[in-house]
Every structure is written in structure tokens, then in C-alpha cells.
């Protein structure tokens, strides 16, 4: 099983900063990684699959490099809907795993 | 619009079962790869099974293989989990989400969850 390991845990950040999340796997996925947001009692939303490709109408502060087993979620100009949870997943491999999840915070 | 309602959700005792379903509109349902994922509370997210459009090939995690069962009905747009000996580890809310797109194993519509809850 490919585990991914995401860091920080916790990410203090104030509006209109830049804020990076990083994904690691423990063996390469190419660019199977996607990057998933989730608000609390909501389901999570698709922002980033194929390692950098934004999904339909997510902003373009969004983006995600990176590819093997290194990843990497820019989110430049937080806006006050961006404080959320965030999950990496990969895809090069079955059983598809997710990370833990780094939660962006004020 | 896409749109996925999950139901069937329950407070339910070790060791039964439980079917859950999520019916889908908006898109072309068998021609989609679907999946089931859960959260446990307070927790992250855990793929639990996949499907292809076909119905023909199935992939489980370890936690559940021989316990969760995944298919589909393509003529009723409809996705289902049947859930046998449920343990207290598998309460969670589960969400069945739509792969985005054939070969992709990524999701980019969620339905809203169901609660499964099994406690003595």
C-alpha cells in the first residue's frame, strides 16, 4: 500500500497570505496525485487532479506541482473561504490511499 | 447538474448488515467509474471501493474486501454498498463519489453522506 504523508498537520495563515501544503508518497505515483478541500459538515471538493490541473471552477490561486513523491498545494491570496481542510490522494496504485490532511487556519 | 443522495444510513449493531445506495442524475451514469469513501468522526478520508461503469471489475480496500460488497444498476442510475459484519470500526460517513472521468480514479462530485453508526 502507497502511504501518503502530508505536512503540516496545521497551517496558521492570515487572509491575503500564500500558503504551502505538502504531500509525500512512499513510492512514486507519477502524477496521480489530486488535491481534494473539505469545510466542516460538507463533502470534500476536487480542486487539483493529475498533480496540477485545476478541476472545473476552482480559482486559479489554486495550484499543485510536483510529481514521483513529491507534492506540493499553493494556495497565494487566502481568502476567507479557503480556511478548510485538505486532503492529497493518490491514484498510481491500488488500494487508493489518502493523506491525513493539513488544516489551514487563521 | 451533477447530483448524488446517498441513503440507507443507520444506527446498526456489530455483526449485521446494512445496504447503503446513492442515486445519481446529471450525467451519463454508466459511463462513469464510481466509488464509496468514508470519514470517521473527527477523522480523514478512507477510499473504501470502486466500480467501473460496466459494473464488470471491482476494487476494495483491505478493511472491507470479503465483508463490502459494491455494484451498480445502470438502469436505475443507482450505485450501492451491501455492508456485512459491520464492526464498531466502520462507523463513519460514507459518500459515494463519481470518478471524473474513464481511467481516472479521482472524484469530482461527492454526494452529501450517509451515517452509518455500529455500536452495542
Known amino acids: 500500500e502507497i502511504v501518503v504523508t502530508q505536512s503540516p498537520a496545521t497551517l496558521s495563515v492570515s487572509p491575503g497570505e500564500t500558503a504551502t501544503l505538502s504531500c509525500r508518497t512512499s513510492q512514486s505515483v507519477r502524477i496521480h496525485l489530486s488535491w481534494y478541500q473539505q469545510k466542516p459538515g460538507q463533502a470534500p471538493r476536487l480542486l487539483i487532479y493529475?498533480?496540477?490541473s485545476r478541476a472545473t471552477g476552482v480559482p486559479a490561486r489554486f495550484s499543485g506541482s510536483g510529481s514521483g513523491t513529491e507534492f506540493t498545494l499553493t494556495i497565494t491570496s487566502l481568502q476567507s473561504e479557503d480556511f478548510a481542510v485538505y486532503y492529497c490522494q493518490q491514484s498510481g496504485d491500488w488500494p487508493l490511499t489518502f493523506g491525513g490532511g493539513t488544516k489551514v487556519e487563521i | 447538474e451533477v447530483q448524488l443522495l446517498e441513503s440507507g444510513g443507520h444506527f446498526i449493531h456489530p455483526g449485521e448488515s446494512l445496504r447503503l445506495s446513492c442515486s445519481a442524475s446529471g450525467f451519463t451514469f454508466a459511463a462513469n467509474a464510481m466509488t464509496w469513501v468514508r470519514q470517521a468522526p473527527g477523522k480523514g478520508l478512507e477510499w473504501v471501493s470502486s466500480i467501473t461503469g460496466s459494473g464488470d471489475d471491482t476494487y476494495y480496500a483491505d478493511s472491507v474486501r470479503g465483508r463490502f460488497t459494491i455494484s451498480r444498476d445502470n438502469s436505475r442510475s443507482t450505485l450501492y454498498l451491501q455492508m456485512n459484519s459491520l464492526r464498531a470500526g466502520d462507523t463513519a460517513v460514507y459518500y459515494c463519489a463519481k470518478n471524473r472521468c474513464i481511467g481516472c480514479n479521482h472524484f469530482d462530485s461527492w454526494g452529501q453522506g450517509t451515517v452509518v453508526t455500529v455500536s452495542s
Open positions: 493529475g498533480a496540477s
